[in-house]
């Protein structure tokens, strides 16, 4: 999922798939970490969110079982046939690892309430996978999607890397994390269901200008 009014037809990224602990397909990802695709080119550092039309308030908090409804509808909105179960999205709310943070409207000033974007990650010992990010549709372009991700950043001072997954035809998705100031690090083929590549993506923490 994506900030910005969702890069690809449907409006988003597409990140991450759950992926049991040990599994051959976690395996597999863990092996082509390492690896650059050839002809691959570092992209240039910016300050993250540099560029983009901000939103007027702040309306960031963490996310809550309540707001299940909401970022199930976000999913289905922005990833059609790829979204997670409600079933596997319910289950974030009891992992230790699993941090979820919405984008809630403000009634008082936009007439609507209610999360109208959320940020899935999973936390290890020293790096962040960005697992999902969708905003609504309506919503996008208004800089929902950079200030969850600065937010991200901000709180992870202790860990070095966030890595994310995006299909490779996702150019629009792509260029926005590109912008933040992530990387192209891997390419991990077939990665998706219907066959097509993903482009593994990083973005280090240490001293990154915010």
Partial sequence: MVPEGAYSDTHVTEIMRPVAK??????????????RPQGASRAR??????????????????GVVEDLDAIVNIERTCFGASAWKEEDLAAQFGHSFARVWVWEADECKHGVSGAVGFMLSWQTEDQIQLMRLGVEPGWARRGIGTELLKHLVSREERRSTITLEVRQSNESARAFYEKFGFDTLALRSGYYNDGEDAIVMQYEIRGSPL
């Fill in 45 to 62: 550092r910016r300050s993250p969110g540099s560029s983009i039309t901000q939103v007027s308030c702040r309306s960031l908090r963490r």
């Fill in 22 to 35: 040990g599994s051959a397909a976690s395996t597999s990802r863990t092996a082509t970490m390492a690896s």
